[in-house]
């Protein structure tokens, strides 16, 4: 798997003489090695969680210098001394800080992508620290953000988007012109495609795409009992907190594991139940599922075009609102877009607790510290606590709706958004399990047992709508109950614990960092509110942040 790449850097050969010039020849840089991994492998193989005890941690497919090497002379431009004397400028800033440190001419656009490609380069070639999470960088991105600084320098009073100029990365499995989009899956590495419609906007409103991220392959909807956040085309992705020791989350483990080590100012994810929420949670980040239909899914690698949504990962919830809003628009192609209005960046500006009726599980208050105590916090900083126990709802059918949804759904899209269509290989869920049979060991290690179970699944169309249509009644009954009889504003989880029931419900989540467990994991506060409250949810969510302002960085990833 080793390749050698050739980068213009001159190395001598042998004797001269007065007579003769020196020769040079181009030797070749070799920015990462393949590893052998079996030792780290077989180090996991007592770890208490099963999924844990990976079979695999680096990639059989990926070579990083294909992706590291083409930006690589732009980085080098770095040196480690500006690198050093910007860290206190960039490492944890939100949106609006970095933004006025560019106005006052202390940063700029160029230098703020440099920063994070040299991070990137630094953790992510060094096989001792590598979370495995970068799957593609765009190769033009320096000079894109050399040509907002023109452009800002020419017309210093333009008004922009807040995400004006500001590095994003992206799920793998959603759309990116220039970038291939494979969700994970060797059989869809070749895939050519444009923009999806959220990329399209992030764009529109000045947004840097600075590459693709790692995640659970086919966002975890291929495997059971497999680790979270591992894919064939980039391995098993590593929690920065504890790399082979917690959990990623999953399946949007690599927007979660950089945001987290400040890869990026923000990432964007895609949940169907618990895929932005989980790895949020597990890595000390702030993300949010919106309801279903304020994002445009279009363009989008699918399980369920009932459920699917993406939604923003960010460091705190001024940028997670500001990202969001840089997204929004009525999209002609989504059936269930929606056109908002709402001001979201505006809105967390106004934030209070005071008055806000917050209900808390009865259960997670008797079983978890960390949750009484916040509640305790809330308490004091004047929210009015109501404890619930929800009514017991039955989940019957909810994974006939995913997989009945994705034997529909991925055909739709590889007809409509693959370009190449004589590189990628399949055009249904049989022919991507023929295609992983054909080499189990390496496109399929942990086995595809979802994926045949989709096509077992014979739930008829109407089945299927009878399903949907209860489950949807029958989540909003379990969050209703309770926020209709009380008067409630939202109602408060702990991570992803009751993104099955949002799920279903069509409800929005917010989760918030919360703290950490004795052994350094994270844990955090999750607030679920009804159809289109995100606002309200962003309020409370800012409130609670500025309050305690928990979030730590992992420590590893300070330098």
């Known amino acids: 798997m080793k390749r050698l790449f050739i980068l213009g850097v001159a190395a001598t050969l042998g004797l001269t003489s007065c007579k003769q010039k020196q020769e040079k020849v181009e030797a070749p840089v070799v920015l990462w090695e393949a590893y052998n991994d079996s030792a780290e492998v077989a180090a996991n193989t007592d770890h208490e969680i099963g999924r844990m005890q990976y079979k695999l941690i680096q990639s059989k497919m990926l070579d990083k210098n294909e992706v590291f090497l083409p930006l690589y002379e732009e980085v080098s431009k770095m040196s480690d001394g500006d690198y050093e004397s910007l860290k206190?400028?960039?490492?944890?800033?939100?949106?609006?800080?970095?933004?006025?440190?560019?106005?006052?001419?202390?940063?700029?656009?160029?230098?703020?992508?440099?920063?994070?490609?040299?991070?990137?380069?630094?953790?992510?070639?060094?096989?001792?620290?590598?979370?495995n999470t970068i799957l593609a960088l765009n190769k033009d991105v320096v000079s894109e953000a050399r040509k907002m600084d023109q452009l800002r320098k020419k017309n210093p009073s333009d008004k922009h988007h807040a995400i004006y100029g500001m590095p994003i990365l992206l799920k793998d499995n959603i759309n990116t012109l220039g970038m291939n989009t494979t969700a994970g899956s060797i059989a869809l590495m070749d895939n050519e495609t444009d923009?999806?419609?959220i990329v399209q906007q992030l764009k529109k409103n000045?947004?840097?795409?600075?590459?693709?991220?790692?995640?659970?392959?086919?966002?975890?909807?291929?495997?059971?009992?497999?680790?979270?956040?591992?894919?064939?085309?980039?391995?098993?992705?590593?929690?920065?907190?504890?790399?082979?020791?917690?959990?990623?989350?999953?399946?949007?483990?690599?927007?979660?594991?950089?945001?987290?080590?400040n890869y990026a100012?923000?990432?964007?994810?895609?949940?169907?139940?618990?895929?932005?929420?989980?790895?949020?949670?597990?890595?000390?980040?702030?993300?949010?599922?919106?309801?279903?239909?304020?994002?445009?899914?279009?363009?989008?690698?699918?399980?369920?075009?009932?459920?699917?949504?993406?939604?923003?990962?960010?460091?705190?919830?001024?940028?997670?609102?500001?990202?969001?809003?840089?997204?929004?628009?009525?999209?002609?192609?989504?059936n269930t877009s929606v056109a908002s209005t709402t001001d979201y960046m505006n809105g967390v500006a106004t934030s209070s607790l005071k008055?806000?009726?917050?209900?808390?599980?009865?259960?997670?208050?008797?079983?978890?510290?960390?949750?009484?105590?916040?509640?305790?916090?809330?308490?004091?900083?004047?929210?009015?606590?109501?404890?619930?126990?929800?009514?017991?709802?039955e989940m019957e059918g909810?994974?006939?709706?995913?997989?009945?949804?994705?034997?529909?759904?991925?055909?739709?899209?590889?007809?409509?958004?693959?370009?190449?269509?004589?590189?990628?290989?399949?055009?249904?869920?049989?022919?991507?399990?023929?295609?992983?049979?054909?080499?189990?060991?390496?496109?399929?290690?942990?086995?595809?047992?979802?994926?045949?179970?989709?096509?077992?699944?014979?739930?008829?169309?109407?089945?299927?709508?009878?399903?949907?249509?209860?489950?949807?009644?029958?989540?909003?009954?379990?969050?209703?109950?309770?926020?209709?009889?009380?008067?409630?504003?939202?109602?408060?989880?702990?991570?992803?614990?009751?993104?099955?029931?949002?799920?279903?419900?069509k409800y929005p989540a917010l989760t918030v960092p919360m703290g950490y467990k004795e052994t350094g994991e994270p844990i955090s506060l999750t607030f679920i509110g009804k159809q289109f409250q995100e606002n309200t949810l962003l309020q409370l969510g800012q409130a609670y942040e500025m309050a305690t302002k928990v979030r730590k960085m992992p420590e590893t990833f300070k330098n």
């Open 88 to 131: 206190p400028l960039v490492l944890e800033q939100d949106i609006p800080t970095l933004q006025a440190y560019i106005k006052e001419g202390k940063l700029s656009y160029e230098k703020l992508v440099l920063f994070y490609l040299k991070r990137i380069y630094k953790y992510e070639l060094d096989n001792a620290t590598t979370l």
């Open 195 to 197: 923009d999806a419609f």
């Open 206 to 261: 000045g947004a840097l795409i600075l590459g693709k991220v790692n995640l659970s392959e086919w966002a975890y909807f291929l495997c059971t009992g497999c680790p979270v956040g591992y894919s064939a085309v980039g391995g098993q992705t590593l929690n920065p907190y504890g790399r082979k020791v917690f959990e990623t989350g999953g399946s949007s483990a690599g927007s979660g594991t950089s945001v987290a080590a």
């Open 265 to 334: 100012v923000a990432a964007v994810g895609t949940e169907t139940s618990g895929s932005i929420l989980s790895p949020s949670s597990q890595n000390s980040v702030v993300g949010l599922k919106p309801t279903i239909g304020l994002l445009s899914r279009s363009g989008i690698v699918p399980i369920s075009s009932t459920l699917d949504t993406p939604g923003p990962m960010t460091k705190n919830v001024i940028d997670n609102a500001i990202l969001l809003s840089a997204m929004l628009g009525k999209d002609l192609s989504d």
């Open 355 to 393: 008055g806000k009726r917050l209900g808390v599980f009865s259960n997670l208050m008797e079983e978890n510290e960390i949750y009484k105590n916040t509640v305790e916090k809330l308490k004091d900083l004047g929210a009015e606590i109501v404890v619930v126990t929800p009514p017991t709802v």
């Open 398 to 505: 909810f994974l006939s709706i995913l997989n009945i949804d994705m034997k529909n759904d991925l055909p739709a899209y590889l007809n409509t958004q693959v370009k190449n269509k004589d590189a990628v290989k399949i055009g249904s869920i049989q022919d991507a399990i023929a295609f992983n049979n054909m080499d189990s060991l390496v496109r399929i290690p942990y086995g595809q047992a979802l994926f045949e179970g989709i096509v077992a699944d014979s739930t008829t169309a109407e089945g299927l709508e009878e399903i949907k249509s209860r489950l949807e009644k029958t989540g909003r009954v379990f969050f209703d109950t309770a926020m209709d009889k009380e008067n409630l504003d939202a109602v408060l989880s702990i991570n992803n614990y009751h993104a099955g029931y949002a799920a279903v419900a």
